[in-house]
């Protein structure tokens, strides 16, 4: 499986307000840009602390675009991880636009797992008390998914590069200042402290009036 991560920064390098409120901090060009690569993959997935927080719907903005790169109809599928099966059962990502998997831990209860499964999810367990990621995505890619787009957020995507699992990472940064230390960044969680991942920068584009990082994960392509 080939795993991009994708995320939008302010100048100073957060996801959202320190309420966690969504903030738009890409530009047209750069949503459309973002809409290309969902059209590109086989599945966008979030963190349910996303869902929790933005709501989002996860398909594409110009249904012309549908399956375009994939060669098969329809929006891409969506995941969501969720250890505990907290994805309201009104979240947009539940409609009937795309499949949408919810990947639960062991410690999901049944009657949440089913009440998700009846909401219109295709619920799979991966993990005792937290999912576990390289089991969910392992359990992904035997669902087909093969190109992994990562819409965040920041728990989720420090957790991917913890378990050395992210190929790519695209990061737009847009010309705002949002502050706040309790903001979410794009690599939230622990932290790391002796040994970093490192990233080798591929590319940098002037887009709208933010700078586009595309860096390549180093070591990740030898595997
Ligand atoms: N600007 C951007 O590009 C984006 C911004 N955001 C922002 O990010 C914020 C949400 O980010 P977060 O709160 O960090 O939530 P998140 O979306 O990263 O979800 C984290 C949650 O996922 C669950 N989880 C289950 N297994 C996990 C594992 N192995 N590792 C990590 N988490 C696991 C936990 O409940 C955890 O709290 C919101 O404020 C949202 O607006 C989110 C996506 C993109
Ligand atoms: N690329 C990008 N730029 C921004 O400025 C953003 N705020 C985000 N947020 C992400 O987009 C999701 C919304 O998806 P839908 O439009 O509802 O399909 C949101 O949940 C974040 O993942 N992204």
Do not use: C, W
């Not at 009104?90 to 639960?104: E, F, M, N, Q, S």
């Amino acid at each position: 499986m080939h795993v991009v991560v994708n995320a939008a920064a302010s100048a100073d390098g957060k996801l959202s307000t320190r309420r966690r409120e969504q903030v738009t901090i890409s530009g047209p060009d750069d949503f459309a840009r973002v809409d290309r690569l969902r059209a590109a993959s086989d599945a966008v997935l979030v963190g349910v602390g996303t869902v929790l927080a933005d709501d989002p719907h996860l398909t594409l903005d110009d249904p012309t675009r549908e399956g375009e790169t994939r060669g098969d109809a329809g929006n891409p599928a969506r995941v969501v991880v969720d250890s505990s099966g907290r994805t309201p059962l009104d979240a947009r990502v539940l409609d009937d636009a795309a499949t949408t998997y919810v990947v639960v831990a062991g410690e999901a209860t049944a009657d949440r797992r089913a009440a998700l499964a009846d909401a219109g999810a295709e619920v799979f367990v991966a993990g005792d008390e937290r999912v576990a990621l390289p089991e969910a995505l392992s359990k992904l890619g035997e669902r087909g998914v093969g190109e992994l787009m990562v819409e965040g957020g920041g728990e989720i995507i420090y957790s991917l590069f913890e378990a050395e699992l992210v190929d790519e990472l695209s990061l737009y940064v847009g010309s705002l200042v949002i502050g706040g230390r309790e903001a979410p960044t794009p690599a939230d969680g622990p932290g790391f402290v002796e040994s970093f991942p490192q990233l080798s920068l591929r590319d940098v584009t002037r887009v709208d009036d933010g700078v586009l990082l595309q860096y390549d994960v180093v070591g990740r392509s030898e595997r």
